[in-house]
């Protein structure tokens, strides 16, 4: 899912919870947020402008200046990939229920104090 910030821009004064202003029963149902932040930046932001302008001009991207990755490579790298067991070690799993509780905690003191605003 996706949720554009309130008032149209992110601000970093306030909690994530605020600044996406969902409701907190809808929030609770994700176990992971991801910020992706869009700083406005003159050099990236006339690199994306010049990109997308040249797309529509000749209706294909600009040549690459390096060797993307064949398919068949990408295909047997995921392939490995699953061959692979992820798993956290015992003496980290602790720490990271201990994080995660006190994530969940802060969060909800800091939406508890803007709702009393």
């Not at 909690?15 to 202003?21: G, H, K, L, R, V």
């Not at 994700?30 to 797309?55: E, G, K, Q, S, W």
């Amino acid at each position: 899912a996706a949720a554009n910030p309130l008032f149209g821009r992110y601000n970093p004064r306030m909690s994530p919870t605020e600044n996406i202003n969902l409701p907190a029963a809808l929030l609770s149902r994700f176990d992971l947020m991801f910020l992706i932040l869009d700083r406005p930046d003159a050099d990236n932001d006339m690199a994306l402008a010049r990109h997308v302008t040249y797309v529509h001009k000749h209706g294909h991207h600009p040549a690459l200046d390096f060797e993307p990755m064949s398919p068949t490579f990408m295909r047997a790298y995921i392939a490995a990939a699953r061959q692979k067991t992820p798993w956290v070690p015992e003496h980290l799993t602790q720490s990271i229920v201990a994080e995660y509780v006190a994530m969940r905690q802060r969060e909800f003191e800091a939406a508890k104090a803007s709702n009393t605003r």
